[in-house]
């Protein structure tokens, strides 16, 4: 089989060129048309996230403080 870029010589099943990169076959799966793929969008925390966010820090500080003394 021949590259249809470069025209080198390349195994049948090969995926891509080992010379130029060019892939031999069309990806089977399309990617999207807008957007990174690596990029993910941020999710907030809702209220009770928080809430138990300040709840673990106030456990945190109590055994602290009754460890101590």
């Known amino acids: 089989m021949k590259c249809r870029h470069c ?7 090969a995926l891509i060129c080992y ?11 399309k990617p999207p048309e807008e957007g ?20 673990l820090l106030a456990l945190v500080l109590l055994w602290f403080l009754t460890r101590q003394g």
Request: hydrophobic share 35%.
């Open 7 to 13: 025209g080198t010589a390349i195994a049948d099943r």
């Open 19 to 29: 010379r130029c990169g060019h892939a031999t076959t069309a990806p089977r799966v």
């Open 36 to 55: 990174s793929l690596f990029e993910r969008p941020r999710h907030r925390r809702g209220p009770l996230g928080t809430l138990i966010l300040i709840l």
